[in-house]
């Protein structure tokens, strides 16, 4: 089974077995001519005896990234792939190629032919570049020489997150269920910290936290050995519409090294704010993505635009505008202000089309609010 490309696909529960020497599930990007994915939730299949090596072609039982068919082109973000179960794969089990914004989590791998997770493996080469959080997976069975999971690509951050429950110490808050497996920090109202040992900041600049919000969202502080002791990133946290709709949130670190107690001082206006799954600490050279960048607001109107209209989703904030699937592709741009000295910057060039309407993600770094603007390839900007 291949999903290649589209928005909020939802690919459950499926069986899939023995496709002689090809991939058994992939989240990707058909070649050059197919649809990015923007947004996708793969979760609870079985994928059993996939994958291979007939013909040298290297192929996973399970691809997650833009270079399953060879192809390393076009986008892969927003993917959530939890709970899939991968049996005596033929190859490795688990294969990641460029992609970012990608969760994968509590999955079970058994008995692989060769790694268990494999980010960049040998046929993608060492371009592979993205961010993923790998969090509570069970990988057995390894044969000797082989690892539960290897990184051959130096420009793929890959995130070991600590569960946000998993605190030493706390203010104000409350662990609870969480929809996505173990418990979440809620309850945070402005003000809440919570604090962990012994946690190595050496090397790192980036953090992310995996949050849910019907409140009215806020921020958090990471601070170093107390809740008022020195502040070395600050990330912003929007509302995502649910509780338990979660999505995940960037922001960059400076000024930390070494190994501290950090503290996660919550902050924002009255009433519950957020919940809080997981975070973590990396290192990365390239742009965050920032999927839950812009939440409201209006859009300036000018050139006699086709209508825009944005929608928060489980994954990111999309931005959608009507059209035909042969409309010319379009560029979307991002700036704060729409001063004549404006820098405008790409935020993609590859929007999808889909049900009547052009759809794009907008995950790269953007602020908490702005401006869009669409330009169609004839250069007729539209806001």
């Not at 418990?183 to 809440?192: A, K, P, T």
């Not at 409140?215 to 050995?225: P, T």
């Not at 825009?308 to 560029?331: E, I, Y």
Request: with cysteine.
């Amino acid at each position: 089974m291949g999903i290649y490309g589209g928005v909020n696909d939802v690919v459950t529960n499926n069986m899939l077995s023995d496709t002689a020497r090809y991939i058994g599930l992939g989240v990707m990007k058909f070649g050059v001519n197919g649809s990015d994915l923007l947004s996708a939730t793969v979760e609870g299949n079985t994928v059993l005896r996939c994958g291979g090596n007939g013909y040298s072609q290297q192929q996973q039982a399970m691809m997650i990234g833009n270079g399953g068919d060879g192809q390393g082109v076009g986008a892969i973000i927003n993917a959530y792939c939890a709970s899939n179960t991968i049996i005596n794969s033929l190859y490795d089990a688990v294969g990641f190629s460029t992609s970012t914004n990608i969760v994968f989590q509590r999955n079970s791998i058994s008995n692989p032919g060769l790694d268990g997770i494999a980010i960049g493996p040998p046929d993608l080469g060492s371009g592979v570049t993205g961010i993923a959080i790998i969090n509570s997976n069970t990988v057995t069975g390894v044969g000797s020489g082989h690892f539960a999971l290897t990184n051959s690509a130096s420009g793929y951050a890959v995130v070991i997150p600590t569960e946000a429950a998993n605190y030493n110490t706390g203010s104000n808050v409350q662990t609870e269920a969480c929809a996505e497996g173990g418990l979440d920090v809620g309850f945070i109202s402005n003000g809440s910290f919570t604090a962990y040992n012994n946690v190595n900041l050496n090397g790192v600049n980036s953090f992310v936290a995996r949050t849910a919000s019907a409140g009215s969202g806020g921020n958090i502080e990471v601070r170093l050995d107390s809740s008022t002791g020195t502040l070395v990133g600050t990330c912003a946290v929007s509302v995502t519409g649910g509780w338990q709709t979660w999505k995940d949130d960037y922001c960059s670190v400076s000024g930390a090294g070494g190994t501290h107690t950090v503290y996660l001082v919550y902050t924002g206006g009255a009433g519950n704010l957020f919940n809080v799954e997981l975070f973590g600490f990396f290192s990365y050279s390239a742009s965050l993505p920032h999927p839950s960048a812009v939440t409201g607001g209006t859009l300036a109107t000018v050139n006699n635009p086709s209508p825009l209209r944005m929608s928060l989703q489980p994954h990111g904030m999309m931005l959608h505008w009507p059209g035909a699937s042969s409309d010319a592709p379009a560029h979307v741009y991002y700036a704060s202000d729409l001063s004549p000295s404006a820098a405008w910057m790409l935020v993609t060039n590859e929007p999808a089309y889909l049900n009547g309407e052009w759809t794009v993600a907008l995950p790269v770094g953007t602020n908490s609010s702005g401006f869009y603007r669409l330009q169609q390839n004839n250069g007729v900007p539209q806001y």
